[in-house]
Every structure is written in structure tokens, then in C-alpha cells.
Nanobody
């Protein structure tokens, strides 16, 4: 079964940048679509970005377009480059994997434990 581990969270000043990574625990037989989500204190978990199996298609929440970039490499690691971070971006960030066909993903089957991003003013 797929296991995911997020890393790269930490403390950053508003306007700064941070890069998150999502690493599978082992090599998978084939790549799957991946997504990033976040949950702020007292808020529901929300979608941030997604990338297709091949990396050829991406999708972003309107709130992060132009500031965040999702990417992946041939090791199946997925990244989230976050620029111009705002106080509203303070949250626990989760990566997830989808076994669904088609685009964009609808159901995510596997989830990481999350990494904390703290934004100071």
C-alpha cells in the first residue's frame, strides 16, 4: 500500500517562500495523480493543488494561483513551491494520492500525516 510522508514545513515570514515535499515510503509500480491540501485552525480542510500522473496537467485553487507551483520528479516525489506566503496560509499541509482515472482527481485514496507551516507577520 502507498504511504506518504510530508516534509519541509516550518516558520516563515509573510511574503517569504517555502518548499514542501511529499515522499512515498517505497517505489510504486506506476505513478498516480497527487494533490496538496491544507487545514488551518478552526477551518475545514481545503484543496490547494493537484498534478496528473505524468505531470502534464496541474490544477490550483484560486487562492494560490500565481504564487504556488506543484511539480513532481521521476522518484515519485511531489513538491509544492510556495511563494509570497500570507498569514492565511498558516496551516497543516497534507499530500494525497489518487487512484482514479481521468482528470482532475475526484477521490484521494492515501494521505500523509501533514507538515506544519507557520507564517509570521
Amino acid at each position: 500500500q502507498v504511504q506518504l510522508v510530508e516534509s519541509g514545513g516550518g516558520l516563515v515570514q509573510a511574503g517569504g517562500s517555502l518548499r514542501l515535499s511529499c515522499t512515498p515510503s517505497g517505489r510504486t509500480f506506476s505513478s498516480v495523480a497527487m494533490g496538496w491540501f491544507r487545514q488551518a485552525p478552526g477551518k475545514e480542510r481545503e484543496f490547494v493543488a493537484a498534478i496528473s500522473r505524468s505531470g502534464g496537467s496541474t490544477s490550483y485553487a484560486d487562492s494560490v494561483k500565481g504564487r504556488f507551483t506543484i511539480s513532481r520528479d521521476n522518484t515519485n516525489t511531489v513538491y509544492l513551491q510556495m511563494n509570497s506566503l500570507k498569514r492565511e496560509g498558516m496551516a497543516v499541509y497534507y499530500c494525497a494520492a489518487s487512484h482514479g482515472v481521468g482528470w482532475p482527481p475526484i477521490v484521494y485514496n492515501y494521505w500523509g500525516q501533514g507538515t506544519q507551516v507557520t507564517v509570521s507577520s
